[in-house]
């Protein structure tokens, strides 16, 4: 099995990257990838998070007709943000499956796309070097809560309602324009 190179340039984070012209005749690539604890205090930084702890990310790949390659794995992580209201911890365990297929051909032309519900593969154009750190970056992104509240905080009420007549912008405007046209 080809090593895994870890230097990327668009992942400083976390990479992870397979040159798939060495997995050519091979049936199928097991992996499984966790980051150093620098990759993961980076993870954290990169996520806006207090910390990321347990991020793994197994799976495999396999190869598909039309010399493609489908990834199948399972991301797991535990993640430490701050609450949007209170700011204290607030932790969020992600355990997710993960699924992408690449395809030679899988940059149809603008006028080609068609979108259909019963496409639940997410298909993307096959490149030489995967980056499947880069993917699991992708999918704890998408699978953490853009805006995480611990249980029970909620907003104060302002009380902006009771006093609307006083905060129209153009209340002071009409008062003024008033005066001024009583003077003349």
């Known amino acids: 099995m080809p090593p895994l190179i870890e230097q990327a340039a668009d992942n400083p984070e976390f990479p992870r990257v397979i040159d798939l012209a060495r997995l050519r005749d091979t049936p199928e690539y097991p992996f499984d990838i966790a980051p150093t604890e620098a990759e993961a205090q980076a993870i954290a930084r990169l996520m806006d998070a207090r910390s990321v702890r347990k991020l793994r990310f197994a799976g ?3 190869p598909v ?7 199948e794995g399972k ?3 535990t993640v430490t943000q701050n609450c949007v209201v209170t700011l204290d911890p ?3 365990r992600v355990d997710q499956g993960v699924r992408r ?3 030679p051909d899988a940059a149809p032309a603008a006028a080609e796309v068609i979108l259909s519900p019963d496409d639940d593969e997410e298909v993307d154009p096959l490149p030489e070097r995967l980056d499947i750190g880069l993917v699991a970056l992708e999918a704890l992104a998408l699978a953490l809560p853009a805006y995480p509240r611990k249980e029970g905080a909620a907003l104060a009420d302002t009380g902006f309602a009771a006093e609307d007549e006083e905060v129209k ?3 002071a405007l009409a008062a003024l324009r ?4 009583d003077g003349t």
Do not use: E, H
């Open 60 to 62: 495999r790949l396999v």
């Open 65 to 71: 007709a039309r010399g493609g390659w489908r990834l």
């Open 75 to 77: 991301l797991g992580a």
């Open 90 to 92: 607030v932790t969020t």
């Open 101 to 103: 297929v690449y395809l």
């Open 169 to 171: 912008p153009f209340a």
């Open 178 to 181: 008033d005066k001024l046209g």
